[in-house]
């Protein structure tokens, strides 16, 4: 099955609790490539690359976040594939 990608949008209290550090985990965990960053207006943006499942999977992570984050809602959408050789924090 060929990797497809995903770009996330997560929105909450998701910065200065380890949010980038526990997707990275995750991410990895499941074989996923791309990386996690800042954005300037306070959420987290994810692009991660890998098979739907382990998407599906990140996507349920990302909705739970590490024990200090309030996530208060994702948004997903397919992206354009680029190739990434590990998951990595930005």
Do not use: C
């Not at 209290?13 to 996923?32: K, N, S």
């Not at 809602?73 to 990595?88: G, I, L, N, T």
Request: aromatic share 10%.
């Amino acid at each position: 099955m060929a990797p497809i990608s995903k770009l996330f949008l997560v929105s909450g209290e998701v910065q200065g609790v380890g949010f980038r550090a526990f997707v990275r985990r995750r991410a990895m965990a499941l074989g996923l490539r791309g990386y996690a960053k800042n954005l300037s207006g306070g959420d987290v943006e994810v692009l991660a690359m890998g098979t739907k499942d382990a998407l599906d999977k990140l996507s349920g992570f990302l909705h739970q976040g590490p024990p200090w984050a309030v996530v208060r809602s994702v948004q997903e959408r397919e992206a354009a594939s680029v190739r990434y050789d590990e998951f990595f924090i930005e």
